[in-house]
């Protein structure tokens, strides 16, 4: 039932390791940091479904509800879910070029959720679109990396949400709602 998605995450992930290979000297993400693990993260339904399921095989007692701090982020700041984790979540530190012209899309939104309390660097790349990524990553030198280094997040959501519509065709539910993470 996952497959197409499982097959998207995995692309990602490549991608993410490329980026880390190639410029390792200007990626500071790491575990146990949890700056950008907050609240308001909105999800498609199959990956929701996906940690659900994995949560009912693999049940947590460490979940707790902090104010503004994602509910599968642990103590020692490292995710609960990792293996699982969303889309978002895995986008998050890269470059991304998101559409800055559309506030209300999903790129706009899940990044608003993340930056808003600073945590982005962002580069105005041209008056549609803006390059992100976490603050500690790329600092100064986000606008130099090459176009094959930078990932397209709407083209990424848009799978996605292609994704989630077949796959809510095939379950009965709303291929539209987007649930939030905590």
């Known amino acids: 039932m996952f497959k197409s998605y499982l097959e998207l995450l995995d692309r ?7 980026i880390k290979a190639r410029h390792g000297d200007r990626f500071f993400c790491t575990a146990g940091c949890g700056k950008c693990c907050v609240t308001g993260i909105t999800l498609w339904q199959i990956e929701y479904d996906r940690i659900k399921k994995y949560l009912n095989d693999n049940p947590i007692d460490t979940i707790k509800k902090r104010p503004e701090k994602c509910a599968f982020l642990k103590d020692d700041e490292t995710c609960a879910i990792y293996t699982v984790r969303p889309m978002i979540c895995r986008m998050w530190g890269l470059p991304l070029l998101i559409n800055s012209d559309d506030a209300n899309s999903d790129d ?5 959720a ?3 309390t600073g945590l982005g660097s962002t580069v105005k790349h041209s008056p549609e679109k803006t ?3 976490c603050e500690l990553n790329f600092v100064g030198t ?3 990396l090459p176009k094959e280094d930078i990932l397209n997040a709407w083209l990424v959501r848009t799978t996605l949400a292609a994704i989630n519509h077949v796959y809510c065709k095939k379950t009965s539910q709303d291929p539209f709602v987007r649930l939030e993470l905590n």
Not at 12 to 18: E, P, S
Not at 108 to 112: E, G, L, P, R, T
Request: aromatic share 4%.
């Open 12 to 18: 990602l992930d490549a991608f993410g390791r490329v």
């Open 108 to 112: 706009a939104a899940d990044a608003a």
């Open 114 to 116: 993340i930056d808003r």
């Open 131 to 133: 390059l992100m990524s």
């Open 142 to 144: 986000l606008e130099t």
